[in-house]
């Protein structure tokens, strides 16, 4: 959605297609934007349950129950422009009838959307929370991707998905729905009378540093993706690094099965984008276990990280000259100290260029575990994008923030580099104890 | 001290090392010569077990290291290697290569294993280059620090496996003195060697290898003097032959002269002893037995010895006796007789080829002026 406002007002497109909801909403706050008056069609929304699953009866009676008039005033409530009437209410009832996991898309103000605090807000929001309080149960919320919450729903992550969903045909044969609104298409054009004056250059970018930063404290957004994405990485390093070790240590002797095992994993690995072996984890291999979408992406970078760390240490050690290894056990080393005493470290030296470049590399192809439901720091530009519908500064920031993390990896990487080659070493240390006493 | 018993290696088909039993005493210097690719690498290689002997028993200091469990690494302490291409630590610099291992393996303290090795390089001329790296030395340099750092260990046998084979001709001579004041240290040493006079001078006894066996087992006297093998006398005098019979008046001699002549090229005959040996292979074929015969059949067989750089020559044919001393020739006599050094003629009824001329033409000394 903040893709097509940007497309429209950077006139790129003429019209976006869309549900009078957004369209209201954006209308009232924007005074760039209007509807086209004119309705094309009426659709349900609904919140999709698993078919056959029965509470689903539940949530649609106790949305019965909702009276006509409240519904209207939440409504009128989220599509307006007053920011400070926009609460979600506390689950602040026993929860006696359990907890409900509930999928909702992150970024599709004002029906669900992660805002201040990263909490959740919106129309959806607020009316799951009523039927919720009505039946007696805690909603545990994962905002994610609207295609996300599809297969999640499907392998059964989650009980019930929410955040403006259009009930299709198609969906409904694989889905039940309570159906909680009835949205029109409309279309939504900039407006002809352009009343809002220019702003200066300089004004502009401090309204946009404003709405991108400051507002709901949106910083803190930044700082938390900022945090996954580091612990995704840095975990993923550690975990990839050990991994690929322990594969090389089975396999350096030319083990027949580790070999052929490990080489037909990392065939598997290797063969396939990240993002579908995340997907696979994460909705298959993992679909029931109870691990966290974060964890999952550890994990799925772990495994692509150690067979990196494996094929590096392949060459690398490869690279050390036979007659190294004759040459300790010549002078009585045992295969295993030689290796940590001899070899390692030659080969390390070698290695560490490539795994430097690794791990940089890592650090921005973890950006796309937003396909899991996880919100790194491309995800919270993304989730921010959507609420100031403007690209330059959340993207431009998000950029930055991982040349920085970058830099940072390259730089902690060097100084372990000077750490552990003997190479660089400085001459007068070598020795200084036994020198020093002489 | 060791004792080796029928010793076998193979990979798959090849076999460079065919059933050696061996006894290797106290203060044996030995030194391992012969040609290339006999085995000789791989069993002093064997004898530490960086090859895998495929049957075979080595049986150090009465314990039968091959047998199954046997503490290989205790082994090996007590026998030091020194490599042909030195095998230096490279990320260590020269100190902590001598240091490195003592400390390891026998717990040595950091004092101790520095005062021993510095020690061992100031008898090694590398004291000055303890905080260098190897790839800052030169070849003999690093060869020297290698074999400091083998007897940092303190071994009962050093193992050189042609330790100046891939040296410089420049650097040997450094790196030999080193093994030769080793060698009159007392220590066992097992050396495999391509330079004869310094295996001649260094060790007590000498074995010589040949197609995969120890062909013969002495002192060096006794393999350098009196060449007993075949196989040793062609390898010690690094002799080179060539062979061809002519069996008929119209034998194509150009031919003949063509090899003869690639094969006195390859063999880096100067251009006068090479002019004097076709010279006086023509006169004795073409001028004085040809002649002479009319079936011929004579074989020619000529040995020339890169160590020594003479040629010896040997004829044999068939027929009547015929001295060609005795030869009415005279002219082609007396090429003959100016160029030999010495001239035999020997008869043999039962041989197939029953006369024989053996002829002997030393280096060029500059005194024929041909």
């Known amino acids: 959605m903040p893709d097509i406002i940007l497309a429209l007002k950077t006139r790129k497109i003429d019209a976006g297609f869309t549900s009078d909801t957004i369209a209201e909403f954006l209308a009232n706050r924007d005074s760039e934007l209007a509807l086209f008056p004119q309705n094309l069609g009426y659709t349900p929304l609904g919140f999709g349950f698993s078919k056959g699953d029965k509470r689903r009866d539940e949530w649609q009676a106790a949305f019965d129950k909702i009276p006509e008039e409240t519904r209207k005033a939440i409504y009128r409530k989220w599509i307006g422009t007053d920011e400070s009437v926009k609460q979600i209410p506390e689950q602040n009832w026993a929860g006696t009838n359990g907890i409900i996991r509930i999928a909702t898309v992150d970024s599709f103000e004002p029906m669900s959307y992660v805002g201040k605090g990263g909490k959740l807000f919106g129309y959806d929001i607020e009316i799951v929370l009523l039927i919720a309080k009505e039946l007696d149960v805690h909603v545990e919320f994962t905002p994610m991707d609207l295609s996300a919450e599809l297969s999640a729903l499907a392998s059964g992550k989650v009980d019930m998905i929410c955040g403006s969903i259009v009930i299709t045909p198609e969906r409904r044969k694989a889905m039940d729905f309570v159906e909680y609104h009835k949205a029109a298409y409309v279309l939504i054009v900039r407006s002809t009378e352009k009343t809002v004056a220019v702003a200066s250059f300089w004004d502009g970018i401090k309204e946009s540093i ?42 350096k002797d030319g083990n027949k099965f580790a070999n052929t095992i490990s080489g037909f994993f990392i065939w598997l690995i290797q ?43 392949k060459l690398g050690v490869g690279a050390i000259d036979k007659g190294q290894t004759e040459a300790a056990l010549a002078l009585g080393y045992s295969d295993v100290r030689l290796f940590f005493r001899i070899i390692l470290p030659q080969a390390i030296p ?89 | 001290m060791i004792e080796i018993k029928n010793l076998r290696k193979a990979y798959g088909s090849v076999v460079p090392l065919k059933d050696v ?48 469990g046997a503490d290989i690494k205790k082994a090996r302490q007590k026998m030091g290697m020194v490599f042909q291409s030195f095998n230096l630590f490279g990320h260590l610099t020269v100190i902590e290569n001598i240091m490195l291992a003592p400390m390891d393996i026998l717990k040595m303290k950091k004092h101790e294993a520095y005062t021993k090795g510095m020690e061992l390089l100031k008898q090694v001329g590398m004291a000055d280059k303890a905080l260098n790296y190897p790839d800052e030395l030169s070849g003999g340099q690093k060869q020297r620090v290698a074999i400091a750092r083998t007897l940092c260990m303190d071994p009962e046998v050093i193992l050189l496996d042609e330790p100046t084979s891939a040296l410089d001709p420049t650097m040997v001579s450094e790196v030999q003195s080193v093994i030769k004041d080793l060698s009159q240290s007392g220590k066992t040493m097992m050396i495999v060697t391509h330079e004869m006079n310094f295996a001649r001078t260094i060790s007590n006894r000498v074995l010589y290898m040949e197609n995969g066996g120890v062909c013969e087992d002495g002192t060096p006297e006794q393999i350098f003097d ?3 093998e075949e196989g040793t006398r062609k390898f010690i005098k690094r002799l080179k032959i060539f062979e061809a019979v002519i069996d008929s008046k119209d034998y194509n001699f150009t031919n003949f002269n063509e090899n003869f002549y690639l094969y006195l090229l390859k063999n880096d005959v100067s251009t006068s002893d090479r002019y004097r040996a076709q010279l006086i292979l023509e006169e004795l074929v073409r001028e004085l037995l040809l002649p002479r015969y009319d079936e011929p059949f004579i074989r020619i067989k000529t040995e020339y010895s890169l160590q020594e750089k003479d040629f010896y020559l040997c004829l044999t044919y068939k027929g009547e006796q015929f001295d060609i001393m005795k030869s009415d020739n005279a002219l082609s006599l007396s090429i003959i007789n100016g160029i030999a050094s010495k001239i035999e003629y020997s008869f043999n009824g039962n041989d197939a080829e029953p006369n024989c001329v053996k002829v002997w033409l030393n280096q060029d000394s500059g005194k024929h002026n041909l």
């Open chain 2, 21 to 68: 039993s061996l006894k290797i005493n106290d203060c044996d210097v030995i030194s391992i010569i012969g040609p290339s690719g006999t085995g000789k690498s791989t069993l002093i290689r064997c004898i530490n077990l960086l090859e895998t002997p495929t049957s075979g028993q080595i049986i150090f200091n009465g314990v039968d290291i091959t047998a199954k």
């Open chain 1, 350 to 438: 070698l290695i560490i260029p490539t795994y430097k470049a690794e791990c940089v590399a890592l650090l921005k192809v973890t950006a796309i575990v937003g396909y899991i439901a996880v919100q790194d720091l491309t995800k919270m530009g993304d989730i921010i994008r959507a609420r100031t519908y403007e690209a330059f500064f959340p993207l431009i920031a998000v950029a930055v923030i991982y040349f920085i993390l970058g830099g940072l990896f390259t730089f902690v990487i060097r100084i372990i580099e000077t750490g552990i080659n003997p190479r660089k070493r400085k001459k007068e240390n070598i020795l200084k104890e036994v020198l020093s006493d002489d």
């Open chain 2, 226 to 228: 009196n060449l007993k």
């Open chain 1, 271 to 313: 063969g396939m984008p990240v993002v579908v072996l995340l997907m696979i984890l994460y909705y298959i291999i993992f679909a029931n276990v109870a691990l966290s979408s974060t964890a999952i992406a550890v994990v799925a970078f772990s495994l692509v990280f150690g067979g990196g760390v494996f094929g590096m240490l």
């Open chain 1, 210 to 251: 404003e709405k991108t930063f400051i507002q709901d404290e949106r910083y803190k957004t930044f700082i938390e993706g900022i945090a996954t994405t580091l612990i995704i990485t840095v975990l993923a390093i550690l975990l990839g690094t050990l991994l690929g070790f322990v594969v090389f240590w089975f396999c």
